[in-house]
């Protein structure tokens, strides 16, 4: 009973007992329906993670009162949230205001389109899968900047002038990264790249030129999804929350709910490209161990390393303390962007002499 | 700056974020052992405060409900606020002299901010700091507090 099974079966009794279109439109529907819920899932189940993981490191013990454990803080929190009234300030720009976190929201979910959860439990698999990930998250700034702008309000266009630089600049080094593995699989099909792990990742197979490359493309996400050490477009200390300073109720809480989708959209592609997506752990001919590891669901795997990448990024944060503007751009110009070009470069030679695995 | 002091650069920066990240990451691991959080109205019976916790001020008496507070008044000129009022009656000894004593020590809990000086203050050493912290009440009057235990004398030999 894997995902892909059960998807073909939903496709074919549809096509069998509906006409094409309003098939279609049924799998659109169910389609939207699954992301939805999964972006709830993953608001609840990621601050729930990142309350957890910062209150470890800091020896603390957590949200611990609500459900089990502290299970059910983040419903509580949720359900405050939405009962809260969404106000929207008298002199900012009413339009854009309102529709900034949607736009926010909406381009997370669009970068969800080409990410293979599953064996065979894809969205869409297009053929620049990479390049129109790379593409798409970046017009989330646009998003940050109508906030910033819209509110009519120092701090908050500060806050988004200051996310639009470091998102410009990161994202340069995320593809530069991203290129790395591509020229090693030779495919920009999100597909052709998992199926090019089947005897290995990529960390493992790709030598120095992957594992630089997995550095630098981690560092560059952590910083396109504005989290600390890089959050200085919300730098709570200098501007009073930043680019969200004047929205409150539902509003807040889809900003805060697209950043740590963001996050996992983010891991989701680190995991595919480094870690082989859904790909089990494949070492070239040990046949007994490969089996084994068969028998664990692709899902698990997915989903496993996509957690995992979300812990090390969440102890990024609990860890280094945040950057000045001018050392974020420095470490960006100076260090990330000269040493992934070099390492294109590195990466080209590996994989046109054969080096790789 | 030459490419060495580039790379140097680089190696020591990743080296310090490494340092950082193992000192997290052990903490993540060990915190159910090393955590910090008191679980405050859970843990009552085994909560221990600091020794220099400055909680409110008591004086002692010893088990024959004797104080060393001569009534001198040091303290309530040492406090910065007015928290200490020291109302003091005349004793007549056995050979008929009279003699200062202490007779109520008013202590106002509501002004106090632990300052520690009204005990820095004592030449008798009468007067001391104790760990309570559970202080609300539901009338101010409460707060008002007199220090001496009703019958308490002052020690022989203290002046």
Redesign the interface.
């Known amino acids: 009973m894997s995902l892909e099974y059960i998807t073909n079966i939903v496709h074919e009794w549809l096509y069998a007992n509906l006409n094409a279109t309003l098939a279609l439109f049924i799998e659109f529907f169910i389609i939207g329906v699954l992301v939805i819920g999964l972006f709830a899932a993953l608001g609840l189940v990621l601050i729930m993670m990142e309350r957890k993981v910062s209150s470890w490191m800091q020896l603390r013990i957590g949200p611990n009162r609500v459900g089990p454990g502290g299970m059910f803080q983040t419903v509580a929190d949720t359900i405050k949230l939405i009962v809260k009234e969404g106000m929207t300030p008298d002199s900012v720009d009413k339009l854009l205001f309102n529709i900034a976190p949607f736009i926010v929201m909406v381009i997370a979910m669009v970068v969800m389109a080409p990410i293979a959860f599953a064996k065979g439990f894809q969205i869409w698999d297009i053929n620049i899968g990479v390049l129109f990930v790379l593409a798409v998250s970046s017009i989330s700034v646009i998003g940050i900047l109508m906030a910033g702008y819209s509110s009519n309000n120092k701090y908050s266009l500060m806050g988004a002038m200051r996310s639009g630089a470091q998102i410009v600049s990161y994202e340069l080094s995320a593809g530069m990264a991203v290129l790395t593995i591509v020229v090693l699989s030779g495919g920009l099909r999100i597909s052709t790249i998992i199926e090019s792990q089947q005897t290995g990742w990529w960390i493992f197979k790709g030598h120095i030129p992957a594992i630089v490359a997995f550095v630098i493309f981690i560092i560059a996400v952590t910083a396109e999804t504005n989290r600390a050490p890089f959050d200085l477009a919300e730098a709570e200390n200098e501007l009073t929350g930043g680019f969200h300073t004047e929205y409150s109720g539902m509003k807040f809480a889809l900003f805060f709910l697209a950043e740590y989708v963001n996050i996992f959209v983010v891991c989701a592609i680190g995991a595919t490209l480094f870690l082989g997506g859904w790909m089990p752990l494949h070492f070239g001919n040990w046949e007994g161990f490969n089996h084994i590891m068969d028998y664990i669901p692709s899902s698990v795997w997915f989903v496993g390393k996509t957690f995992f990448l979300i812990f090390v990024i969440m102890w990024f944060r609990w860890t280094f303390p945040r950057l000045r503007i001018d050392q974020l751009l420095q470490l960006e110009w100076k260090y990330l962007l000269p040493i992934s070009m070099f390492n294109l470069l590195l990466a080209t030679v590996v994989a046109i002499s054969g080096w790789h695995f | 700056m030459g490419l060495g002091n580039y790379i140097k650069e680089?190696a020591s920066?990743v080296k310090s974020?490494l340092t950082?990240?193992k000192?997290?990451?052990r903490?993540?691991l060990r915190?159910h052992k090393?955590?910090?959080?008191e679980?405050y109205p859970n843990n009552k019976a085994t909560l221990t405060m600091a020794e220099r916790f400055r909680g409110e001020v008591v004086m002692k008496h010893d088990e024959n409900n004797e104080h060393a507070c001569t009534g001198c008044t040091a303290c309530e000129l040492a406090c910065p606020n007015a928290t200490i009022k020291i109302i003091t009656r005349f004793d007549v000894t056995p050979e008929g002299k009279k003699k200062k004593a202490l007779d109520t020590f008013v202590y106002h809990l509501q002004l106090c901010t632990m300052c520690n000086l009204c005990i820095e203050a004592c030449p008798t050493d009468a007067i001391k700091m104790a760990q309570t912290f559970e202080h609300s009440v539901f009338d101010r009057s409460q707060l008002i507090k007199k220090l001496n235990q009703p019958g308490s004398k002052i020690r022989a030999g203290v002046e």
């Not at chain 2, 090393?34 to 959080?37: A, F, G, M, Q």
């Open positions: 680089v920066g974020l950082g990240m000192v997290t990451g903490l993540f915190h090393d955590k910090l959080t679980q």
